[in-house]
């Protein structure tokens, strides 16, 4: 069985002390020892993520072949499509891998929204990390009218597509999607595990498509409200492989009860 992949994703939030603190309680808690059947990443600000590698690799760490390991990884919340040059103010896959990143978001409907990023622009993010082998978590979902007028699995398909037309199914390959109904994003709507299944099972058979040992590997997150009382719904789904939490995560106390919530339910599961 392919581990879950819960990301806590802090979004524009936190300061150096704030999360040192938010660190501490990770260390305090000893939250690894909670984690033998999910994995765990958090996306800090871009500006933190040097110092919450350094404290991961201080704190959190094990040996396996003589490699160190993080028993949490990184995730950069965003990155840009050049590995260098002329482009003030942005940062490189490159960069994100130096740093320890292991993940990278890319397509939130926030940056797509905010920052006016296409399903062009996308698809060469995609490709730019996995250049660096960095593993990019593509989001995609429908909004609030999407959502009214029946077009979620619409909109999700051209999302999808659109990477797929521009850089081949293989862009799918060790790469991970996260659906995010952005009607859901932030505002405690708990979305029907039910729909969410049936959302993730139409994203499967999309990619399934053109590839189906791609689509039965791929990995597929839920994001949208996530919180302590519906994280077990969701994972109870059959095509849901994990979670992108947002606002439970800033609370480190609420993000350690998600994961040791999880890990038991999966024990039990087993065992």
């Given at each position: 069985?392919?581990?879950?992949?819960?990301?806590?994703?802090?979004?524009?939030?936190?300061?150096?002390?704030?999360?040192?603190?938010?660190?501490?309680?990770?260390?305090?808690?000893?939250?690894?020892?909670?984690?033998?059947?999910?994995?765990?990443?958090?996306?800090?600000?871009?500006?933190?993520?040097?110092?919450?590698?350094?404290?991961?690799?201080?704190n959190c760490t094990y040996f396996s072949?003589?490699?160190?390991?993080?028993?949490?990884?990184?995730?950069?919340?965003?990155?840009?499509?050049?590995?260098?040059?002329?482009?003030?103010?942005?940062?490189?896959?490159?960069?994100?891998?130096?740093?320890?990143?292991?993940?990278?978001?890319?397509?939130?409907?926030?940056?797509?929204?905010?920052?006016?990023?296409?399903?062009?622009?996308?698809?060469?993010?995609?490709?730019?990390?996995?250049?660096?082998?960095l593993i990019p978590i593509l989001c995609?979902?429908?909004?609030?009218?999407?959502?009214?007028?029946?077009?979620?699995?619409?909109?999700?398909?051209?999302?999808?597509?659109?990477?797929?037309?521009?850089?081949?199914?293989?862009?799918?390959?060790?790469?991970?999607?996260?659906?995010?109904?952005?009607?859901?994003?932030?505002?405690?709507?708990?979305?029907?595990?039910?729909?969410?299944?049936?959302?993730?099972?139409?994203?499967?058979?999309?990619?399934?498509?053109?590839?189906?040992?791609?689509?039965?590997?791929?990995?597929?997150?839920?994001?949208?409200?996530?919180?302590?009382?519906?994280?077990?719904?969701?994972?109870?789904?059959?095509?849901?492989?994990?979670?992108?939490?947002?606002?439970?995560?800033?609370?480190?106390?609420?993000?350690?009860?998600?994961?040791?919530?999880?890990?038991?339910?999966?024990?039990?599961?087993?065992?």
């Amino acid at each position: 069985m392919t581990s879950p992949l819960i990301i806590g994703n802090w979004k524009l939030n936190g300061t150096r002390q704030k999360i040192q603190e938010s660190l501490s309680i990770l260390t305090k808690e000893k939250i690894i020892q909670y984690k033998k059947h999910i994995d765990v990443a958090i996306a800090p600000p871009i500006v933190y993520l040097s110092l919450v590698n350094d404290y991961l690799l201080k704190n959190c760490t094990y040996f396996s072949n003589q490699t160190k390991h993080k028993y949490i990884e990184l995730c950069a919340q965003n990155v840009d499509i050049n590995l260098s040059g002329a482009f003030t103010g942005d940062i490189s896959a490159a960069m994100l891998k130096d740093l320890g990143v292991k993940y990278v978001l890319i397509g939130h409907s926030e940056r797509r929204k905010y920052h006016k990023e296409n399903t062009t622009y996308i698809a060469k993010k995609i490709t730019t990390v996995k250049k660096i082998k960095l593993i990019p978590i593509l989001c995609i979902g429908e909004n609030q009218q999407d959502y009214d007028s029946g077009s979620t699995q619409l909109t999700c398909a051209y999302q999808i597509d659109s990477v797929i037309n521009l850089t081949g199914i293989q862009a799918f390959k060790n790469t991970i999607i996260a659906y995010e109904p952005i009607w859901a994003i932030g505002n405690g709507i708990n979305v029907c595990p039910k729909h969410v299944q049936s959302i993730h099972e139409f994203i499967r058979q999309r990619i399934a498509l053109h590839d189906t040992h791609i689509a039965k590997q791929i990995l597929i997150q839920y994001g949208g409200s996530v919180n302590l009382n519906n994280a077990i719904q969701l994972l109870e789904q059959k095509d849901v492989n994990g979670l992108l939490i947002g606002a439970a995560s800033l609370n480190m106390n609420t993000f350690i009860q998600i994961i040791q919530t999880i890990e038991q339910y999966l024990q039990n599961k087993l065992y």
